[in-house]
């Protein structure tokens, strides 16, 4: 279990670390276990019946990165979660993923700092997703999660189920899912991070999902259109660009950078963080 992935705030002020791995055992020094109730995705209050507990978590730390030196101000449970979180444009709440909980938490500011903004999104690939502890059947792991810059889409990478669900953050419904192109054996290409691209106008137009198996990034455009760009290895988190003319992707098994120009969406350059 560790730090797995971090996302700063808008206006460069908070920062969220989260952590993944395989997180249990935890005990008091008296020897008492240390649980952590599941909570109920519609309303986002702790479950309170008996099987509803869990000895495995994880954690979203959230530092403030305003001074000289960060300092921890909160640490959040998760019952689980694998990769994906993501800041809303406004900077007033989050978004993180759910790994196999398949669904997606959400965090909103309060007085007393963040707190469940429920309903959560409910993805829809494990069965009971409305109680406290879904099924864990039908391959429902969600991973990377991502906004579209004017806050109308969230996007959902599902590692097990090969697909990129497409979310309305007002409702917290699922409008559509697409899945990756090519071979569907070994549970397809293994979609792990989801960025959006925005056009001139603002709007999203394309999305770029970075498919760990395949060792490419599959690029699909609001007509439906898509391209994929080969960079080897095992492409994971990406980021864009300030001014979105530049897409660069970590590739942690091949210890590079890839950099993908997203006007013709080629790749352009690998940045090598390899030490001597």
């Known amino acids: 279990n560790g730090g797995i992935s971090t996302t700063l705030s808008p206006d460069g002020k ?4 989260l952590t993944s791995g395989y997180n249990a055992g935890f005990f008091t020094p008296n020897g008492t276990a240390i649980t952590t109730p599941f909570l109920y995705p519609l309303t986002g ?15 979203v730390f959230v530092y403030d990165v305003s001074g000289t030196s960060p300092v921890r101000k909160q640490q959040i449970v998760l019952t689980s979660s694998f ?8 900077g007033t709440r989050f978004y993180v993923s759910g790994g196999q ?23 829809n690939h494990s069965s009971h997703g409305t109680n406290p502890v879904p099924s864990y059947d039908n391959g429902g792991q969600v991973t990377g999660v991502s906004i579209s810059p004017d806050g109308k889409y969230l996007f959902a990478a599902n590692v097990d189920n090969n697909s990129v669900s497409v979310v309305d953050p007002s409702t917290r419904k699922v409008l559509r899912e697409f899945t990756l192109p090519g071979a569907a054996d ?27 198996r395949e060792g490419k990034i599959v690029a699909f455009t609001a007509s439906g ?14 980021v864009l660009s300030r001014d979105g003319s530049r897409l660069y992707v970590v590739n942690p098994d091949l210890d590079q950078i890839d950099q993908i120009d997203t006007a013709s ?12």
Do not use: M
């Open 83 to 90: 990769a994906g979180i993501t800041w809303d444009p406004k």
């Open 14 to 17: 908070t920062l969220l670390v």
């Open 101 to 123: 909980d398949d669904r997606v938490y959400i965090y909103k500011q309060g007085a007393n700092g963040f707190a469940p903004d429920a309903p959560f999104v409910i993805l």
């Open 225 to 238: 259109a898509l391209k994929s760009i080969v960079v080897g290895g095992e492409p994971a988190k990406s």
């Open 265 to 276: 969406d080629t790749l352009t350059r690998v940045i090598d963080v390899r030490r001597p």
């Open 45 to 59: 209050r702790p479950a309170t019946c008996s099987t509803c507990t869990t000895g495995t978590f994880q954690w």
């Open 186 to 212: 070994f549970n397809g290409q293994y979609p792990i991070w989801v960025t959006p691209h925005a056009g001139l106008n603002g709007a999203t137009d394309k999305v770029y999902v970075s498919s760990v």
